[in-house]
């Protein structure tokens, strides 16, 4: 019969058509400054329903958003947080301590994330955040190639700042746990912090009490925040521009009559 002829074809057209996934295969992307080409990973689905957050009560504010079931740190379950100032807390220390943790050759910066914003608007007004801006960083390059973290702030540089902490905690929160931690601040503010990150991404946030008193690494020079539109500061030790002219000469002897010789 016709009908049931139509109704094969229909069945045998569903039998062959692609089956549709949850993630979206990204281009390779080319890194301008390094030329190194990025294959990112798919992206999870970023529905509404698929994503989780988990939040602590800890300052500054932060939480996981977990795009997917058993997301893993910087893949599929990014670390949001929120600068409220961005020469507070370890905000000036972003640069430096990126650098010192991550491994990468650059990072890129997303500021147009909407299906990112629409998750976090979400949330956002549950607490005090600062902004639902975000700002998402990608490292390229490197051990740490295509781990993502966002920022969250009202202006681009604290979200920028609030990104690169975010992405060093994620890549301390994957390796096992060290007694040494990078302490800029010298008082023991990011070991404070990744005792947070690590509940976040575990999904059972901890008491954010300040944990066991952590003494400020000894193995940890301390750094100079700077502004992130100025240069940084030169590495301890180097000489400035008036050390290396040398010390000034010293001044000419005095002029008098000379010495009287001895008498005869």
């Excluded at 058509?17 to 990973?41: D, L």
């Excluded at 390796?175 to 509940?199: K, Y």
Aim: with cysteine.
């Amino acid at each position: 019969m016709p009908q049931d002829r139509q109704l094969q074809q229909h069945q045998l057209q569903q039998q062959q058509a692609p089956s549709s996934s949850s993630s979206t295969e990204a281009p390779p992307w080319r890194c301008p400054g390094t030329g190194t080409v990025v294959q990112r990973p798919p992206r999870p689905s970023t529905a509404l329903g698929a994503a989780a957050w988990v939040e602590d009560a800890g300052s500054p504010i932060a939480a996981v958003l977990k795009l997917s079931a058993g997301g893993v740190p910087g893949v599929g379950a990014l670390l949001c947080l929120d600068c409220e100032e961005k020469s507070s807390w370890l905000f000036s220390y972003a640069v430096q301590l990126a650098e010192a943790v991550v491994a990468y050759d650059s990072v890129t910066e997303e500021d147009e994330a909407e299906e990112l914003e629409a998750l976090i608007q979400v949330h956002a007004h549950a607490r005090n955040w600062t902004s639902s801006l975000v700002t998402v960083v990608t490292a390229v390059g490197g051990a740490n190639n295509s781990l993502r973290a966002v920022g969250v702030g009202s202006n681009a540089k604290a979200r920028k700042r609030a990104a690169l902490i975010a992405l060093a905690a994620t890549v301390r929160a994957r390796g096992r746990p060290t007694a040494l931690l990078e302490d800029p601040s010298m008082d023991g503010r990011f070991a404070s912090f990744m005792h947070r990150v690590r509940g976040l991404f575990d999904g059972t946030p901890v008491p954010c009490a300040r944990p066991e008193a952590a003494a400020p690494s000894t193995a940890w020079q301390p750094l100079r925040p700077f502004d992130d539109d100025r240069p940084p500061p030169p590495p301890p030790g180097a000489p400035g521009p008036d050390a290396r002219r040398g010390p000034p000469p010293p001044p000419p002897p005095p002029v008098g009559p000379e010495p009287a010789g001895p008498q005869e």
